[in-house]
């Protein structure tokens, strides 16, 4: 079965501090990798996806994830973070099943 | 909107009641599925349609819970004699069908189930 492990479960930086949410999954076979945004009050919606080909994937606003298949990790990393990012970040990951999503990580990013 | 409709978005229920929410997806997705989430945790799969078939339901489905789809648009989720324990958000998702470019889902905004 797959799982999702999320590493950290709260972070706080400041504005324009960078960023990295660790995200590591477990199945064996072939995987699309995900991770989700929830901002306050608002419905999940879409980051990035990695299906195949560049483990690098770049999605909306600024972020990026690398998929590094040895570690089964899907790290999300942005260069410098704004107030507007502070929300939840899910990982999740597709096998053979549905979607299976990570604990989630909250996001503070204070001025 | 065309995305991802859920009804109601809040609903306050006494324990032992019945509750149905509805959900409407996106309207060519032919994927549908069910996620409960709790305060500090990620989205629990429930369950999910391909079409108007249920094709897979998670062990956290009891038997007091039933999805239908029956034309293959519009889903509902009922939960019967509801416990405390059934508090949470429940979401609705959609997606296009089962090749790898088209796993993206869709999630719509969710109803919150609150058991008093």
């Known amino acids: 079965a797959q799982s999702v492990s999320q590493h950290n479960h709260h972070v706080i930086l400041s504005e324009a501090a960078s960023l990295e949410l660790g995200c590591n999954y477990s199945?064996?076979?072939?995987?699309?990798l995900f991770w989700y945004v929830q901002y306050p009050g608002q419905h999940l919606q879409l980051l990035l996806k990695?299906?195949?080909?560049?483990?690098l994937v770049k999605g909306i606003k600024g972020f990026e994830a690398e998929f590094i298949k040895s570690k089964f990790s899907f790290n999300l990393r942005k260069p410098s973070v704004q107030w507007s990012d502070t929300a939840e970040y899910f990982c999740?990951?597709?096998?053979?099943?549905?979607?299976?999503f990570g604990k989630g990580t909250r996001l503070s990013v204070i001025a | 909107d065309t995305g991802v409709s859920q009804d109601p978005r809040h609903k306050i229920t006494k324990r032992g009641q019945n509750v149905t929410f509805r959900c409407d997806p996106i309207?060519?997705?032919?994927?549908l599925y069910w996620y409960r989430q709790t305060l500090g945790q990620g989205p629990e799969f429930l369950t999910y349609?391909?079409?108007?078939?249920?094709?897979?339901k998670s062990r956290l489905l009891s038997d007091r819970f039933s999805a239908e789809r029956p034309k293959g648009s519009f889903s509902t989720l009922e939960i019967q004699r509801t416990e405390q324990g059934d508090s949470a958000m429940y979401l609705c998702?959609?997606?296009?069908?089962?090749?790898?470019?088209?796993?993206?889902?869709?999630f719509g905004q969710g109803t919150r189930l609150t058991v008093v």
């Open positions: 199945y064996g076979g072939t995987v699309n």
């Open positions: 990695y299906f195949s080909g560049d483990p």
């Open positions: 999740a990951v597709k096998g053979n099943t549905p979607l299976v």
């Open positions: 349609f391909q079409n108007e078939a249920q094709l897979e």
């Open positions: 998702a959609s997606s296009l069908g089962a090749g790898t470019a088209n796993t993206e889902a869709f």
């Open positions: 309207s060519e997705h032919n994927r």
